[in-house]
T-cell receptor, first 114, second 113 residues
Framework: DQQVKQNSPSLSVQEGRISILNCDYT??????FLWYKKYPAEGPTFLIS?????DKNEDGRFTVFLNKSAKHLSLHIVPSQPGDSAVYFC?????????????FGDGTTLTVKP | DGGITQSPKYLFRKEGQNVTLSCEQN?????MYWYRQDPGQGLRLIYY???????QKGDIAEGYSVSREKKESFPLTVTSAQKNPTAFYLC????????????FGNGTRLTVT
């Protein structure tokens, strides 16, 4: 049973437009969520996180929204740039558990077209 | 520059041979982890260590072994008991306190034929 799901394997958007990547989770114990970005043949890099006490966290062009009742979070990238083309992983964990024990989704491949 | 070094980047082995993947970090992080990624899938936790000389199994530990003799190093051995060893292996570290993001190495792609 997959506890973190990214239902869209891929997403293509035009440069300058908004990219919205979605993530759903099933485990009610998750209370901390992270997004990582991964380029081919490289390790993932941390992008942004959100605690369950918030419903929004913003960092520059990146905003993560959390809807606890729906067990859903989304990552918004505005405006999208070609350099944002990568695989984005959603991860979830419990605050009392080290982040290394996060559960990851399968990733969404974002392509930003010039 | 602080970071995590995984070597080698590509590794080829014959079936039945054990192989050890190297992971070194100079971030002074207490916790280290090994993940496996298969095509089209997320990262699955193999082993993790929160302190020197201590480590715990993750979700898919069967066929793998680790050691943590030094804070900086967390090598992973893929044994012949691992049924499907061909994969992309990622090492990561994090600060121990609280919830902190993972810092990943650039991975080792292991191919076993």
């Amino acid at each position: 049973d997959q506890q973190v799901k990214q239902n869209s394997p891929s997403l293509s958007v035009q440069e300058g437009r908004i990219s919205i990547l979605n993530c759903d989770y099933t485990n009610s114990m998750f209370d901390y969520f992270l997004w990582y970005k991964k380029y081919p043949a490289e390790g993932p890099t941390f992008l942004i996180s959100i605690s369950s006490i918030k419903d929004k966290n913003e960092d520059g062009r990146f905003t993560v929204f959390l809807n606890k009742s729906a067990k859903h979070l989304s990552l918004h990238i505005v405006p999208s740039q070609p350099g944002d083309s990568a695989v984005y992983f959603c991860a979830a964990t419990n605050y009392n558990t080290n982040a290394g024990k996060s559960t990851f989704g399968d990733g969404t491949t974002l392509t930003v077209k010039p | 520059d602080g970071g995590i070094t995984q070597s080698p980047k590509y590794l080829f082995r014959k079936e039945g041979q054990n192989v050890t993947l190297s992971c070194e970090q100079n971030l002074n992080h207490d916790a280290m982890y090994w993940y496996r990624q298969d095509p089209g899938q997320g990262l699955r936790l193999i082993y993790y260590s929160q302190i020197v000389n201590d480590f715990q199994k993750g979700d898919i530990a069967e066929g793998y072994s680790v050691s943590r003799e030094k804070k900086e190093s967390f090598p992973l051995t893929v044994t012949s008991a691992q049924k499907n060893p061909t994969a992309f292996y990622l090492c990561a570290s994090s600060m121990q306190q609280g919830v902190s993001p993972l810092h990943f190495g650039n991975g080792t792609r292991l191919t076993v034929t």
